[in-house]
């Protein structure tokens, strides 16, 4: 009888991976393979989804483009799901400064899986604009998680353009990975 129980139960288990691979490659609209590194980086790195440098840079080039367009200078650090730096770079005559505010927002929106937007909503109790909080987070707009396929490959933090750095942010993701879940209001 333990037998017979336990073959219908590998055979239900086996059903329902077919059944989830498949609704899988049915809603994905992206292409992961197209953003992260290569399946032989990925082994050695035991992170099978991180983004690619190749990626990084051209996220950080739309979001440079975005806020030269708008007369601005930014910051854009760019890290993989471990939280090392895949990609950092700030633009000439831009404080120092900005780039580590723009690291803790990609660390923020790395570690909470949200925007640091969403995560200053969640935890703002004092109306303080900038805090930073246990472990390091900073609280503060302009973090976005990078999201392709349906997975998290990293965060993005941009930092030195008030009220700018979340749509340069967003819009530099949207024109180089596609659709991205989108921006909160307060």
Sequence with gaps: MRVGKLIRAQACGAALAILGALF?????????????ISAEDAEA?????????????????????WAQEQNRRVSVVIVAPAGNIVYAYRMDGHNPVNIDTAQYKAETALYYRVSSHAARNRYDRTGSESMIVKH????????????????MIGAIGVGGFFGGDEPCAHQALESVVGPQPPLIED
Excluded: H
Aim: proline share 4%.
């Design 24 to 36: 899988a490659t049915m809603t994905r609209a992206q292409d992961l393979d197209a953003f992260t």
């Design 136 to 151: 390091g987070t900073y609280l503060v707009t302009g973090g976005l998680p990078i999201i392709a396929d349906g997975v």
């Design 45 to 65: 790195t035991l992170m099978p989804y991180e983004i690619s440098v190749e990626t990084a840079e051209r996220i950080a080039k739309a979001c440079v483009v």
